[in-house]
C-alpha cells in the first residue's frame, strides 16, 4: 500500500524529532550547513577571490544579514496581508449574517 504525501510527511517529522532527540550536538550536527552558507555569501561578496579575508568575512557577513532581513520583510508582509484578509472575511460574513436577518 502507498501511503499518502500526508502520511509520508507525518512519518519524516517523525524521523526527525526522533533524531534531534538523539543528536547530543546540535550545533556540530549544523555546522557543515552554516559553513556552506557563509561560504557562499563571501563568493558573493568576492566572486574573484581578490579581497584579504578579513574584508571578504565582513562583506559576506553584510550580506548574511541582509539575507535574514529580506526573511523577516518577507514574513512580516505575509501575516500583515493574512491578517487583512482574515479581517475582511469577518467583515463579510458579518454583512452576510446581517443581510439574513433583516430579509
Not at 60 to 89: M, N, T, Y
Request: proline residues 6%.
Amino acid at each position: 500500500m502507498t501511503a499518502t504525501p500526508a502520511e509520508r510527511r507525518l512519518a519524516a517529522q517523525i524521523a526527525a524529532h526522533e533524531s534531534w532527540a538523539t543528536t547530543p550536538d546540535r550545533s556540530a550536527r549544523t555546522a557543515p550547513a552554516r559553513a556552506a552558507l557563509m561560504a557562499r555569501f563571501e563568493e558573493q561578496a568576492d566572486p574573484d577571490g581578490i579581497l584579504p579575508p578579513a574584508e571578504r568575512a565582513q562583506r559576506a557577513e553584510h550580506l548574511r544579514k541582509a539575507h535574514f532581513q529580506r526573511l523577516a520583510l518577507l514574513s512580516a508582509q505575509s501575516r500583515r496581508i493574512a491578517k487583512e484578509a482574515s479581517e475582511k472575511a469577518t467583515t463579510a460574513e458579518a454583512e452576510i449574517a446581517a443581510a439574513g436577518e433583516v430579509s
